[in-house]
């Protein structure tokens, strides 16, 4: 039995997760849900109803506080020394959850335990990855992890390189993270580049509403309102296509914690009737705005913080519908866009940059198709799942036997890890 853990669920902007749910029991994996805390999102894709497993939600109020007196009592008498021993760890490790998260892991092994856990798969290499670790040291199972973005580069090295150590492999989106991962990794765990990829039949037939097709170019954004999606850049090249007197209508869709600062810039250039902030957006109500759409836009940028994207999958649900992007040359995007063949890049926290690239694809019917049309053979040739789920279908099921992982990846892929 596979466990798979997450730290929010469901959740409406890791829809990659979703996708992988999806995939994985379609083996079929015998396969629980596990979630940290409980879910905040009002909206959710109607995929999510798709989904067969059990949910299973390791929040305080979940804790029922006769049985989880039995766990503890249980595992102190069967496992004193890793008890006392993993306590010991939390408590002198308050940054990574302290007390509480030790109480968290303890439930939840008891969980494993009564539901036949063998292997449990962390999505995100941060507090998932953490008590996946204690928990598999608890209740001597296996874990694994599927790194992303800010839990890597936001993440002290000792602790990720320790995490990593831990587990039986990990896996990650992009080759960028993959090399970055190498290069901290002491230990002899094998890291894994696994793309998120697209069920682009699944994308491409998304059941939606018709919208009113716009008489003006729609200039698209997807993403978190957060300062590694470069929105004030975007805002700002929207200023001067304004004043260069060009005809459009910008949809950022998403929501975080820049949205305020985001509507004082829109505010302050004056560019009310031309940008908006659509919010949260169901995926059909998304693929609707693709439909509609002439130019997707990302400029994503290296925060202040050192967090960084991956390959956001929005980019390759734009390239899917053939609209042709603008994004930035970070992190792993390269590895999906190709400046001038699939796309075009700008520098990052640049709106001059920015505002050249839009005014050229706003100009040139001919470059937004084109670009378009590769962009779209690019995805559905390079990007599929189905190309991508394979190797962890075959590194689950190895961790789940007991056999060892690297033999059966080399096998699904023919190639070897980095």
Excluded at 117 to 122: D, F, G, L, P, S
Excluded at 147 to 170: E, G, M, P, W
Excluded at 324 to 349: A, C, M, R, Y
Aim: proline share 4%; aromatic share 10%; with cysteine.
């Amino acid at each position: 039995m596979l466990g798979f853990l997450v730290k929010t669920y469901p959740k409406i902007s890791e829809t990659f997760v979703l996708q992988e749910i999806l995939e994985l029991q379609k083996e079929p994996f015998a396969l629980d849900i596990f979630s940290m805390q409980r879910p905040s999102d009002d909206k959710l894709h109607h995929a999510f109803s798709s989904v067969t497993a059990k949910v299973y939600y390791l929040t305080p109020e979940f804790w029922k506080i006769r049985a989880t007196v039995k766990i503890h009592l249980r595992f102190i008498i069967c496992h004193f020394r890793t008890y006392f021993s993993t306590l010991a760890f939390t408590l002198c490790r308050p940054d990574e959850g302290g007390f509480g998260r030790f109480c968290q892991a303890v439930y939840f092994a008891g969980l494993v335990e009564k539901k036949g856990i063998t292997h449990i798969h962390a999505h995100f290499a941060s507090e998932p990855a953490g008590l996946a670790a204690l928990v598999a040291g608890l209740s001597d199972i296996t874990f694994s992890i599927s790194a992303h973005a800010k839990d890597i580069y936001l993440q002290n090295h000792t602790c990720l390189r320790r995490k990593i150590s831990l587990a039986q492999f990990v896996v990650t989106c992009t080759e960028y993270n993959r090399r970055y991962l190498d290069s901290i990794n002491t230990s002899k765990t094998p890291v894994f580049r696994l793309y998120h990829g697209l069920d682009c039949s699944r994308v491409l037939t998304e059941n939606t509403r018709t919208i009113a097709a716009s008489k003006i170019p729609r200039i698209i954004s997807v993403g978190r309102l957060r300062e590694k999606k470069g929105f004030p850049t975007l805002i700002a090249a929207c200023q001067l296509l304004l004043q260069a007197g060009y005809e459009f209508q910008c949809d950022i869709v998403g929501y975080g914690p820049e949205r305020e600062k985001l509507e004082r810039l829109i505010a302050v250039y004056g560019l009310q009737n031309k940008v908006r902030l659509l919010g949260k957006l169901t995926h059909a109500e998304l693929v609707a705005l693709y439909r509609q759409s002439a130019v997707f836009a990302l400029p994503c940028q290296i925060g202040e913080d050192g967090d960084r994207d991956g390959i956001p999958n929005v980019l390759m649900e734009a390239m899917l519908f053939a609209i042709p992007v603008v994004s930035s040359n970070v992190s792993g995007i390269p590895e999906l866009v190709k400046n001038n063949q699939t796309g075009l890049f700008t520098d990052s926290k640049n709106p001059q940059a920015l505002f050249v690239a839009l005014q050229r694809l706003l100009d040139d019917p001919g470059l937004r198709r084109q670009l378009g049309e590769a962009g779209r053979r690019c995805v559905m040739s390079q990007f599929s799942v189905h190309q991508h789920i394979g190797p962890l279908k075959e590194l689950l099921a190895s961790a789940l036997r007991h056999n060892h992982c690297v033999d059966s990846f080399a096998a699904a892929t023919g190639e070897q890890h980095g």
